[in-house]
């Protein structure tokens, strides 16, 4: 199986544009969750996604957003970019259940602004 | 905010040699799992030890956990230029994870 895409793979923008980000998770995996990683700390969670719905979200200001479409892939929006917002994005997918699950990262997505 | 956070920052071995590194966290937790990451890229998920175990194995891996001092260490035995990586430890309850500061390991040939 496929494991988590995501698009683009390196990005740059300049202050003050927005950006989105793209993620497929794998097959079966109906939670998504994004977390933004600055260089040389470890990652920090954004949002997770359920079901189409937003189950969790972390200390980010309104400028983050993200949605989880029908086919569970999902987006990340981010407005009005800072040059703090330079960073790996990462996605990961989960099965549902129960118990605490394994996460399955993407690759991510390097965005530099400038 | 990070959870807590690994120890040592950064190591550097020789090949064969076994790696030590050590996690220490803020909140009481489930469980407490391993991640590796190669070169800024994803993650790869290593190991989940619950709140209930004390130790446990996978191939080269020895994972402890002390729930009384808050604390988890990782152990690579015979560790190989392969193994160069960061490694995170991570909490959470649900698919929120919060990771600590990682330990960047170089292994040298």
């Known amino acids: 199986d496929a494991g988590v895409t995501q698009s683009p793979t390196h990005l740059i923008k300049t202050r003050g544009q927005h950006v989105t980000l793209r993620c497929s998770p794998i097959?079966?995996?109906?939670?998504v969750s994004w977390y933004q990683q600055v260089l040389g700390q470890g990652p920090q969670f954004i949002f997770q996604y359920y079901e189409k719905e937003e189950r969790g979200r972390g200390n980010f200001p309104d400028r983050f957003s993200a949605r989880q479409f029908p086919n569970y892939s999902s987006e990340l929006n981010v407005n009005a970019l800072l040059l703090g917002d330079s960073a790996l994005y990462l996605c990961?997918?989960?099965?549902?259940?129960?118990?605490?699950?394994?996460?399955?990262f993407g690759p991510g997505t390097r965005l530099t602004v400038l | 905010s990070q959870q807590g956070e690994e120890d040592p920052q950064a190591l550097s071995i020789q090949e064969g040699e076994n790696a030590t590194m050590n996690c220490s966290y803020k909140?009481?937790?489930?469980?407490l799992q391993w991640y590796r990451q190669n070169s800024g890229r994803g993650l790869v998920h290593l190991i989940l030890?619950?709140?209930?175990?004390r130790e446990k194995h996978s191939g080269r891996l020895r994972v402890t956990l002390d729930t009384s001092k808050k604390s988890s260490s990782l152990l690579i035995t015979a560790s190989r230029a392969a193994d160069t990586a960061s490694y995170f430890c991570?909490?959470?309850?649900?698919?929120?994870?919060?990771f600590g500061t990682g330990t960047r390991l170089q292994v040298f040939p």
């Open positions: 990961a997918s989960s099965k549902p259940g129960p118990a605490v699950n394994t996460q399955y």
């Open positions: 909140t009481s937790i489930n469980n």
């Open positions: 030890i619950r709140s209930n175990e």
């Open positions: 991570a909490t959470g309850l649900t698919d929120k994870l919060i």
């Open positions: 097959s079966g995996h109906k939670s």
